[in-house]
Each structure stands twice: as structure tokens, then as C-alpha cells.
């Protein structure tokens, strides 16, 4: 199934808002509903593929498939951008103007070699699309040549399997629930459950660096991956002969987080773990933030690891955002402070002994045990918020979010400096806010930010964003936090990326680019700021 083309996910999840949050945005923040509904298919012009004959030729060559080439109008506005806010603002509204001129479907890495050659030749980008579920301007390339979009769903299959080693060689187009299914039927599990986890997939999961939300016990995705397989215009990279290695930098590194701007992936070799006996969540009140955060931060540093760990703050928590499918259903906690989610998988032993020593240390740091119940309700809705997201733009909200990481030392300081300067910049835009945060993912030395922002949209909702974005991204550097945990730099951050590494650090970046891409072929502007 193709994703929703205006909106998340599967449409038939699509619901709208409960009357009681209708009225509270209303109510709250002001919110009318939009005079106009978004644009439908059929209402969108699409300009001619900017494509010579000898291109399109030559591109259709690369490809094994007849149907492996398509350049109708509604192939190329599903590729069209990602699934920001800013986005689907703008595909709802009708705005195309930067859609690929084609999309091509390769069915191996010879085929993804093959077009980027192609596109070498004459004179065309290539941006890599996996689950299109992009929320930085990963799909969406700075350039004034004709792109095409080169979506890796026929790269679909699970290798291999290492059952002594505990690794599987994995293809990039595999969306998360395949790769589970897969991996579950042989008794493993690749323990990775992002947000997006129904539609992203395991090429888009390494390039962006993603993180799960049972990272505490399971790692990051970067964590897990062993191997790499990368097609750029000047051939084939293969990295990480064994775990690990000290002959020279590690080049998988490089390409994690590379985001399609240094190649192609097109096969990943991950680590694996039995498949859990047991899975079990559970639900806890702290007083404040501070508290939960400095509760969390204990499990983090000294022990025992949930699999699973989070913080809502009071604001997320008030709402029943933990939640989601709870929002407006009357059921959400009523007691105040902050709600916190920790969950155990493993063997039921291991499951039982984790848990009960982490409750006596939430316990001691202040918290109050609320049962199972709270877990199960997160675990039901724990994908559904970018429904919601939907939801909200239909009546008329604005709703973004943003991410962000740093050191325990700094958290409070990001923490406050973020939510300051969202709400002085939409305060004063006429938009006055409501701002949620959670503590998504947690270190030894520090933990990360997840904020979530609903207002008005005001009269050119991207434009009333932008400069509330720039603030909010300003804010994140001058506190000491990273730009991105998990979401990645795409375009949208590439600029305040560029600030975070350094001049030298662009430029190493850079002349990597130039000599394994020398035309620009792959995702121009995207993380890498164009010579």
C-alpha cells in the first residue's frame, strides 16, 4: 500500500478530532476551521516531465522492469517531498513545482549503479526514497536540474541470516513490519520501533540514523549495523568486514546519517536478538519534570535499563499525549505532574528481575506506580500521533514537531530555552502556542527532546513558521543540543548543521561528496551545502 499522498499513513487510520479538542483549540489557542479543504488529486496541474528523449531513454535502459520507469502525474506527486508539516501544507494546497520529473524502481544494486550513471550522463539528480516519511526536507533537493526520485521498494528481502553470529543482511527497501515479520518467523527480532516504524524502512532507517523507541534496550539503529552496501556514481562501497575493526576511521560511520547525499544504500547487515518471551509496559506519576527526568537519568547511569523509557512533561501529560488514542476519550490523567512510560522485554526471568529492581528505584526517586494500564494504552496508540497530526491540520491547527539531544548537565537549559523561544516568536506572531515535551531516548551521559507545538496557522501557516523554526533551531545551539537526535538534517536543518560542525568539518564533507559524486548527482542541498 502507497502512503496516504496528502497525510500519514493509511487512510482508513484517518479520524477526525473528538469534539471536545475541537473546542479546546477553539477555545485556547483560537483556531477556526479553514475556509477551503486541501486540494484533491485530480485538482493538482503537474508541468511535463523536463525529461530529453535521450535521458528517458537511457533511464529506462538501467532498469530490468518494463514498469520499473513512471513518470505519470501521480506517481510523481506521491514522491513529491516528505511528511512535514510544511509539506503536507503545501501538497494540500496544491504546490508542486518541485516534484521528480520521474520515478524509477530498480530491482538491484546493478539497477541503482546503472541510473546514477545515467543520471551522471545527462545531467539529472537522483534523490533515494524509501517510505517517503521524511520530516526535514530529505526528499526535497536544492537543485535546478531535473531530479528523479528512486524509490527502492522492489529491494525488498532479508538476505541472509547468521544464526551463530546473530546477524541478518537486510535490503533497504523492507519497511519495518515486513523486516519484523521476517525476522520474527526465524525466532529474532531487530528491536527497532520508531514512530514511523509502519512505513520507514531499513535503507531510511540507516541513512537518517534513526532511533527507536525501545532504544534503551535495544540501541539506536546505527548501533545495530554492522555492514553496508552503498551504490554511488563512481561505483560500490562496502563497509564493515566484522563488529569492529582499528584499521582506519570507520567508514559505515560516514555513510549512517549520510541521508542518499553520499549513495545509495542497498544492502545493510544488522545485529539481531531472540525474539522476546515477554513484554510487558507500565505506567508511573513524578511531580514535576525535574524529577522524572532525574528519576530516568538514574535507570540510565547506574541501572536497571528499561527496554523501553519515557518522560511526558506536565503540559503532554495534561493533554494525554503519551497517549494518543486516549486524547479527548475523558480517560487521560487527571492528577497532574508528569507521566512516564517503562517497558521490559526479554525473557520472562530477565523481564521480571529488571522490572522489580527499576520500581524500587523509581520508587525511592519520588515516583508513583499507576499499573499496567498507562503502558498498554501507549503501546496501543505509540504510531498514531502523526494521525493526530493530520487531524489537526483538517481543523484548522498548526501542528510540528522538533527534536533535539544533550548532555544531562544541559537538558534543563534546552529544555527552557526551546520552549521560551517558540512561545515569544508565536506569541507575538498572534499565535500563542501550546507546547508539549517528552525525554524519548536516554544515555549514560544525557537523553533527548522531543517537542511537539499546536497553534493557529495564520495566514500563510509555512511562512508563519518559518521564522518561528529558525528561533526554535537558534535556541537548540546556543543551549549546547544538537540539531537533530533522530530526524536528521535534510535540508531544513542544513544550515544550523553547518553551524554545529564547523567550516572544516563542511568542507571534509564536501570533497568526500566531490570525489565519490563529482556531477552532484545524489540529493543536492541535502545535509551537504551545495560548493
Not at 529491494?155 to 523486516?179: F, W
Not at 531499513?202 to 523507541?213: I, L, Y
Not at 535499563?305 to 499525549?321: A, M, W, Y
Not at 487521560?332 to 528481575?353: D, F, L, R, S
Request: proline share 7%; charged share 20%; net charge negative.
Amino acid at each position: 500500500m502507497d502512503m496516504l499522498w496528502s497525510g500519514w499513513g493509511d487512510p482508513a487510520k484517518a479520524a477526525p478530532l473528538p469534539d471536545a479538542v475541537t473546542g479546546l483549540l477553539r477555545d485556547l489557542l483560537g483556531v477556526t476551521p479553514r475556509e477551503t479543504g486541501p486540494a484533491t488529486l485530480d485538482d493538482i496541474q503537474v508541468p511535463a516531465p523536463a525529461l530529453t528523449a535521450e535521458a528517458r531513454e537511457a533511464l529506462r535502459a538501467a532498469l530490468a522492469a518494463e514498469d520499473g520507469f513512471r513518470d505519470d502525474a501521480e506517481s510523481r506527486i506521491r514522491h513529491t517531498r516528505g511528511k512535514s508539516t510544511p509539506d503536507l501544507l503545501r501538497i494540500r494546497a496544491g504546490e508542486v513545482e518541485d516534484l521528480p520529473a520521474a520515478v524509477l524502481l530498480p530491482g538491484s544494486h546493478d539497477e541503482v549503479l546503472a541510473v546514477l550513471r545515467a543520471c551522471a550522463v545527462h545531467g539529472l539528480s537522483a534523490v533515494p526514497f524509501g517510505g517517503g516519511t521524511s520530516v526535514v526536507g530529505g526528499l526535497r533537493p536544492e537543485t535546478k536540474r531535473p531530479f528523479v526520485a528512486l524509490d527502492l521498494r522492489r529491494l525488498d528481502q532479508m538476505l541472509a541470516v547468521d544464526e551463530v553470529s546473530r546477524t541478518a543482511t537486510l535490503q533497504p527497501g523492507l519497511r519495518g513490519p515486513q523486516c519484523e515479520a521476517l525476522l520474527n518467523a526465524q525466532g529474532w527480532t531487530l528491536g527497532h520501533f520508531p514512530q514511523s516504524f509502519e512505513w520507514a524502512t531499513v535503507g531510511g532507517f540507516a541513512a537518517a540514523r534513526s532511533s527507536g523507541q525501545a532504544s534503551s534496550g535495544y540501541g539506536r539503529f546505527d548501533d545495530m549495523v554492522l555492514a553496508l552496501t552503498v551504490a554511488t556514481p563512481e561505483g560500490t562501497l562496502e563497509t564493515g568486514r566484522v563488529p569492529r575493526s582499528a584499521a582506519g576511521p570507520d567508514l559505515r560511520q560516514l555513510i549512517l546519517g549520510s541521508e542518499g547525499a553520499l549513495g545509495v544504500i542497498t544492502a545493510v547487515t544488522v545485529r539481531i536478538r531472540p525474539l522476546p518471551q515477554k513484554r510487558v509496559y507500565e505506567g508511573w506519576r513524578f511531580a514535576d519534570f525535574q524529577a522524572g527526568a532525574a528519576a530516568l537519568r538514574t535507570l540510565a547511569q547506574d541501572g536497571p535499563r528499561p527496554t523501553v523509557l519515557r518522560l511526558s512533561d506536565e503540559t503532554e501529560t495534561f493533554i494525554g499525549l503519551a497517549q494518543p488514542d486516549a486524547i479527548g476519550a475523558g480517560d487521560a490523567p487527571q492528577a497532574g505532574g508528569c507521566m512516564a512510560i517503562a517497558g521490559y522485554e526479554g525473557t520472562e526471568e530477565e523481564t521480571a528481575v529488571r522490572r522489580a529492581a527499576a520500581r524500587e528505584i523509581l520508587l525511592a526517586c519520588g515516583g508513583e506506580y499507576l499499573g499496567e494500564e498507562p503502558g498498554d494504552k501507549w503501546e496501543h496508540g505509540r504510531y498514531n500521533a502523526p494521525y493526530l497530526r493530520d487531524a489537526l491540520l483538517d481543523a484548522g491547527a498548526f501542528a510540528e514537531t522538533l527534536e533535539t539531544a544533550a548532555f544531562w548537565s544541559k537538558l534543563p537549559e534546552l529544555y527552557a530555552g526551546v520552549r521560551e523561544a517558540l512561545t515569544a516568536r508565536l506569541t507575538e506572531a498572534g499565535t500563542p502556542p501550546l507546547i508539549m515535551c517528552h525525554i524519548s531516548h536516554t544515555y549514560e551521559n544525557g537523553a533527548s527532546l522531543y517537542f511537539t507545538v499546536v497553534s493557529a496557522q495564520g495566514e500563510d501557516a509555512v511562512a508563519h513558521w518559518e521564522p518561528v523554526k529558525a528561533a526554535a533551531n537558534d535556541a537548540i545551539l546556543a543551549a549546547g543540543g544538537t540539531i537533530s537526535h533522530h530526524h536528521g538534517v535534510g535540508t531544513d536543518h542544513r544550515d544550523w548543521y553547518a553551524r554545529e560542525i564547523g567550516p572544516l568539518g563542511i568542507r571534509m564533507l564536501q570533497a568526500v561528496k566531490a570525489e565519490i559524486d563529482p556531477s552532484g548527482v545524489l540529493s543536492p542541498g541535502v545535509l551537504i551545502p551545495v560548493r
